[in-house]
């Protein structure tokens, strides 16, 4: 999970935590406390409001386009099993 950082006695989230948490933010996937921290940002940072939107469209239209192919069991279990080892080195 990404950190906030202190600022003026604040916690705040930084535009890279942003984009590092756009995806549990979409899923609602936040606790509440990090959810308002995200959405404080998002009132004060156009670059981050912009990209969100880019994101948005980017996804909406890619999902439109492009029949979805079935990954191979064999072939997902691989790609969990990396992204579970990459999250406990990080």
Do not use: I
């Not at 609602?28 to 939107?53: F, G, I, N, R, S």
């Amino acid at each position: 999970m990404a950190e906030h950082h202190a600022h003026n006695g604040f916690e705040e989230v930084t535009c890279r935590e942003f984009v590092e948490l756009v995806t549990d933010y979409w899923d609602d996937a936040l606790p509440v406390d990090q959810l308002e921290l995200v959405e404080e940002h998002l009132v004060m940072c156009d670059w981050c409001k912009t990209y969100l939107d880019q994101m948005r469209v980017t996804v909406e239209e890619t999902s439109q386009t492009v029949e979805p192919e079935p990954v191979p069991a064999a072939t997902e279990e691989a790609l969990l099993a990396a992204f579970h080892d990459w999250k406990e080195r990080s």
